[in-house]
């Protein structure tokens, strides 16, 4: 079954906006982590935004100023509002979720964003 669910990507000209939301199942307890990985065409994936139960977060020198990870715990959802869109942004972006005792990681399916010039 799939348990972490990414929606929001598409097309999107240089200087506009997008926000992703992953929505985790109810069935995964106690994440303590959720977070935004991408990955470009021939590039490995990286971290891109994280934000833990705490409401720590912490992002990409690349992105910073322009993203913004948010979570709401209530409805297991994690977003990240994307500003300022260039080109060298485009990527499938995937969700992640990190829970502890016991230590377990989930992974979405991904969802493409395309920045055009």
């Known amino acids: 079954q799939v348990q972490l669910v990414e929606s929001g990507g598409g097309l999107v000209q240089a200087g506009g906006s997008l926000k992703l939301s992953c929505t985790a199942s109810d069935s995964i307890f106690r994440i303590t982590v959720m977070d935004w990985y991408r990955q470009a065409p021939g590039k490995q994936r990286d971290m891109v935004a994280t934000i833990t139960s705490g409401i720590y977060t912490n992002y990409a020198d690349s992105v910073k100023g322009r993203f913004t990870i948010s979570r709401d715990s209530a409805k297991n959802t994690v977003y990240l509002q994307m500003s300022s869109l260039k080109p060298e942004d485009t990527a499938v972006y995937y969700c992640?979720?990190?829970?502890?005792?016991?230590?377990?990681?989930?992974w979405g399916q991904g969802t493409q964003v395309t920045v055009s010039s």
């Open positions: 992640h979720a990190h829970t502890t005792y016991p230590t377990r990681d989930y």
